[in-house]
């Protein structure tokens, strides 16, 4: 497979398949991202608002036994994604500033979307306690029940909000 | 049999060394889901509207690796299942968060792995995404006590598909193998259907030959594991460490 252009999705996906061996094989945990937003937030508003932060019922955890929210296992791989994407962009010339969209989307309406979806899954995310990686696919190839409910929940999710949507993409 | 993975469970290697090790393995994820198309918000959404299935089938292919990688690691002995922390069930929580996820995925493009993905390549979408994902699960965590009581209902322990399906852990890994393949081609069918025909790649005998093989790969060792009754893949014996939630 030459590294000029993109693979083909099997063996895109088998290559995604391997990162999650890995993480089970060293850390005996799967990989996600989701995890390492999270406490990259909890960090920001701990340096605002530290006391509030710190009682806070859901953040307070990650702040236990004076520990700090970044020194952690999901932050790490977040670090690894970031540079493998970068690298694997670059190595194929793709690496551009631009907004992606579909033909008769503006960039406004665009950039208004990514940011009401962001907000939404980042809330979903939380609720489900994790997001496609570490949820859907880690929990998937563990044959977790609740795996599975949340993967067919997102295609269906997805594709009731789709007709909405549908100027921004096609 | 001294099993010798996971590595730092087993004290192979020292936390410091684990944390580090997260970095490269990240690497993989993030060259992966670029060269998936997953930096790419257009091509995630449009699976939404069977315009370009790559996502569901990426999935697929992810998932088929990792369950017979994991199983299969368990079942030759190299892995002890029990060190392995285990996905909870929390149905009506997940449910209702998968279908909001969803609704985020193809209002903003992205999911948190790829919009993080898409920042690396440039894509002005991603950065936008990701800081609405960061006030969303602020909203969430600020305002915990409010859904506080439903995050946490609904709990099943870790519920896995073979206990819910009543049948043995091997069929139950067959049976996904052939669901996942039929599933792919079924909306292959579909995109070819209703959108565009087939585009003609330069190298589309090659790469049906590859993919074909690795399909064919997957099928046979599911076949394999599927000969094999539950127990031999989870050792009974051993005693579930804290993290691994037991089911009530």
């Given at each position: 497979m030459k590294l000029d252009k993109r693979w083909p999705p099997v063996p895109a996906g088998i290559l995604i398949g391997v990162s999650m061996l890995l993480a089970w094989i060293v850390a005996g945990r799967g990989i996600g991202a989701s995890g390492g937003m999270t406490r990259f937030v909890a960090w920001v508003q701990h340096g605002l608002f530290p006391a509030a932060t710190v009682e806070s019922a859901y953040f307070g955890k990650y702040f236990a036994n004076a520990a700090h929210p970044l020194n952690d296992y999901v932050v790490f791989l977040l670090a690894g994604l970031l540079i493998g994407a970068f690298v694997a962009a670059w190595l194929t010339g793709r690496l551009r500033f631009e907004v992606l969209r579909g033909p008769r989307s503006t960039v406004a309406y665009r950039i208004v979307l990514a940011l009401g979806g962001g907000v939404i899954s980042g809330f979903a995310a939380r609720l489900a306690r994790g997001c496609t990686s570490g949820h859907a696919l880690v929990g998937g190839a563990e044959l977790s029940v609740g795996a599975w409910v949340f993967m067919m929940c997102i295609f269906a999710g997805g594709w009731m909000a789709a007709w909405f949507v549908r100027k921004q993409w096609i | 049999?001294?099993?010798?993975?996971?590595?730092?469970?087993?004290?192979?290697?020292?936390?410091?060394?684990?944390?580090?090790?997260?970095?490269?393995?990240?690497?993989?994820?993030?060259?992966?889901?670029?060269?998936?198309?997953?930096?790419?918000?257009?091509?995630?959404?449009?699976?939404?509207?069977?315009?370009?299935?790559?996502?569901?089938?990426?999935?697929?292919?992810?998932?088929?690796?990792?369950?017979?990688?994991?199983?299969?690691?368990?079942?030759?002995?190299f892995i002890d299942i029990s060190k392995v922390y285990m996905l909870p069930t929390y149905l009506l929580p997940m449910a209702i968060g998968g279908l909001l996820f969803g609704i985020g995925m193809v209002v903003g493009g992205y999911c948190p792995g790829t919009a993080i993905a898409a920042f690396a390549t440039g894509k002005i979408d991603g950065i936008v995404f990701?800081?609405?994902?960061?006030?969303?699960?602020?909203?969430?965590?600020?305002?915990?006590?409010?859904?506080?009581?439903?995050?946490?209902?609904?709990?099943?322990?870790?519920?896995?598909?073979?206990?819910?399906?009543?049948?043995?852990?091997?069929?139950?890994?067959?049976?996904?193998?052939?669901?996942?393949?039929?599933?792919?081609?079924?909306?292959?069918?579909?995109?070819?259907?209703?959108?565009?025909?087939?585009?003609?790649?330069?190298?589309?005998?090659?790469?049906?030959?590859?993919?074909?093989?690795?399909?064919?790969?997957?099928?046979?060792i599911a076949i394999v594991l599927a000969f094999f009754e539950t127990p031999s893949f989870i050792d009974d014996t051993v005693e579930p460490p804290h993290y691994i939630v037991p089911r009530n």
């Open positions: - | 049999m001294d099993m010798i993975a996971p590595l730092v469970k087993t004290g192979v290697i020292d936390a410091a060394t684990n944390l580090w090790l997260a970095i490269p393995i990240g690497f993989i994820f993030g060259f992966a889901l670029f060269h998936a198309g997953f930096t790419d918000s257009r091509r995630i959404a449009w699976a939404f509207y069977f315009k370009d299935v790559g996502v569901p089938v990426v999935m697929f292919s992810a998932i088929v690796t990792g369950m017979l990688g994991l199983w299969g690691m368990s079942l030759i002995g990701i800081v609405g994902f960061l006030i969303g699960s602020l909203i969430f965590g600020d305002f915990f006590p409010v859904w506080g009581d439903f995050y946490n209902s609904d709990y099943m322990g870790a519920f896995r598909l073979d206990q819910w399906l009543g049948i043995g852990l091997g069929p139950t890994v067959l049976l996904i193998v052939l669901a996942a393949v039929a599933g792919s081609l079924f909306l292959r069918q579909v995109q070819y259907r209703f959108w565009s025909a087939k585009e003609a790649h330069p190298k589309a005998e090659q790469v049906l030959k590859l993919q074909g093989g690795l399909i064919a790969t997957a099928v046979v």
